[in-house]
């Protein structure tokens, strides 16, 4: 069922990119929150849990294929989302840069590629 969800939420990121692009920090640690409710079950919005973790793993998607960030083959979705997330909400003084720059650095951040 989480996977039916996961990829209605892709879909509704691909046609909501654009308006994703200009969300700033503020916006994208509440779907950050939000992600972490639909984790747990209670209180969510499933909308907002949706578009933020699909945006986290098409940014995570297109950081790899760059070769800009190195995400080992074990790790899945949630994994990923999980930890961009953390990196989100501990720190709130990213929050006036915009979502892309936000969750790219934290990717890079926790997924380096060797040099």
């Not at 990121?13 to 929150?33: F, P, W, Y």
Request: glycine share 6%; net charge positive; with cysteine.
């Amino acid at each position: 069922m989480k996977k039916l969800i996961l990829v209605l939420g892709l879909f509704l990121l691909s046609a909501n990119s654009h308006s994703m692009k200009l969300t700033d920090g503020s916006v994208i640690a509440e779907g950050a929150r939000e992600w972490n409710k639909y984790q747990i079950g209670t209180g969510h919005n499933v909308n907002n849990a949706l578009m933020y973790s699909g945006f986290v793993i098409g940014i995570s998607n297109v950081l790899a294929i760059s070769k800009l960030a190195c995400i080992p083959s074990k790790s899945d979705g949630n994994e990923i989302v999980a930890t961009v997330t953390k990196y989100i909400l501990d720190k709130p003084q990213v929050w006036s840069l915009d979502a892309v720059q936000i969750i790219s650095n934290a990717i890079v951040t926790y997924y380096p590629c060797k040099q």
